[in-house]
Nanobody, 122 residues
Framework: QVQLVESGGGSVQAGGSLRLSCAASGRLFSSRAMGWFRQAPGKKRVFVARIMWDSGTTDYADSVKGRFTISRDSAKNTMSLQMNSLKPEDTAVYYC???????????????WGQGTQVTVSS
């Protein structure tokens, strides 16, 4: 089992920044990749960013490319998402996830955090 706990959500005005963190614990050797997904009200959960735990290889959804940065600290077993130039359409519950596959599909991740709310006002 892997346990994931997100933190850092909140409310910000458009153009502002937030930094989300995800603390991982448990059987981490089974997780090679981690990702961030988000779910806006009335919409499906969608991919935001992903990172390979060992190599640090990253990938982003087109909607956040150039504005968001995913990173990990292997020593501390934490993953972060730096979000800059936030837009109202970034408003959603953000989830971190871990799994064996470097995937943009949520179903390929075995473990999920509880989610943290991000609200961007215009």
């Amino acid at each position: 089992q892997v346990q994931l706990v997100e933190s850092g959500g909140g409310s910000v005005q458009a153009g502002g920044s937030l930094r989300l963190s995800c603390a991982a614990s448990g059987r981490l050797f089974s997780s090679r990749a981690m990702g961030w997904f988000r779910q806006a009200p009335g919409k499906k959960r969608v991919f935001v960013a992903r990172i390979m735990w060992d190599s640090g290889t990253t990938d982003y959804a087109d909607s956040v490319k150039g504005r968001f940065t995913i990173s990990r600290d292997s020593a501390k077993n934490t993953m972060s998402l730096q979000m800059n130039s936030l837009k109202p359409e970034d408003t959603a519950v953000y989830y971190c996830a871990s799994g064996r596959f470097f995937s943009v599909i949520g179903g390929n991740y075995e473990y999920w955090g509880q989610g943290t709310q991000v609200t961007v006002s215009s």
